[in-house]
Antibody, heavy 121, light 109 residues
Framework: EVQLVESGGGLVQPGGSLRLSCAASGFTFSSYWMSWVRQAPGKGLEWVANIKQDGSEKYYVDSVKGRFTISRDNAKNSLYLQMNSLRAEDTAVYYC??????????????WGQGTLVTVSS | SYVLTQPPSVSVAPGKTARITCGGNNIGSKSVHWYQQKPGQAPVLVIYYDSDRPSGIPERFSGSNSGNTATLTISRVEAGDEADYYCQVWDSSSDPYVVFGGGTKLTVL
């Protein structure tokens, strides 16, 4: 059974940092592109970043470029999101999601349960 | 950036057919994916590549895509279908290149 379990969320002050983790199991993690998708309270879904199977390609939404870094450790079946210089508008539930297929641009076929990040003083 | 437009809400009586639209410039040339999200839960993929259904998704869910509109159709609507629905595309010429629609709240009357 495919499972994605996020952790690392919490309350952080504006300008602070947080590192999210996503533990994957039930599939060959190193064979898939992976993404982070977020959802602000009461709002819609917003894609944040994704990373290629070997970590050689990474893409970000404009609003997080230069502040967030996506990475992965295939030996540990884990996906990460390092978030620096956090702003109030980064407050959201962050989901990790698997991209169906070998190439990018597939649908998100599995999602974690999400971890809440709250940026507030 | 590429924009996907969904109606904020759609209402339907049980047993009837619900149609949720997703508008975008020449969206028919792109692959559209649809997600269902119930309160407090993660999204679930219900339709991918315009009209394919993942295993476990009822046949009542179907999709189409042509011109400037993609449509998610839910036949014989049940109370359990009440949820938010999001369309999504990948657009390599857009930034961001993963785009979600604003979401549609389906209410079962």
């Amino acid at each position: 059974e495919v499972q994605l379990v996020e952790s690392g969320g919490g309350l952080v002050q504006p300008g602070g940092s947080l590192r999210l983790s996503c533990a994957a199991s039930g599939f060959t993690f190193s064979s898939y592109w992976m993404s982070w998708v977020r959802q602000a309270p009461g709002k819609g879904l917003e894609w944040v970043a994704n990373i290629k199977q070997d970590g050689s390609e990474k893409y970000y939404v404009d609003s997080v470029k230069g502040r967030f870094t996506i990475s992965r450790d295939n030996a540990k079946n884990s996906l990460y999101l390092q978030m620096n210089s956090l702003r109030a508008e980064d407050t959201a539930v962050y989901y990790c999601a698997r991209e169906l297929g070998i190439a990018a641009a597939g649908p998100f076929d599995y999602w974690g349960q999400g971890t809440l990040v709250t940026v507030s003083s | 950036s590429y924009v996907l437009t969904q109606p904020p809400s759609v209402s339907v009586a049980p047993g009837k057919t619900a149609r949720i639209t997703c508008g975008g410039n020449n969206i028919g040339s792109k692959s559209v994916h649809w997600y269902q999200q119930k309160p407090g839960q993660a999204p679930v993929l219900v339709i991918y590549y315009d009209s394919d259904r993942p295993s476990g998704i009822p046949e009542r869910f179907s999709g189409s895509n042509s011109g400037n509109t993609a449509t998610l159709t839910i036949s014989r609507v049940e109370a359990g279908d009440e949820a938010d629905y999001y369309c999504q595309v990948w657009d390599s010429s857009s930034d961001p290149y993963v785009v979600f629609g604003g979401g549609t709240k389906l209410t079962v009357l």
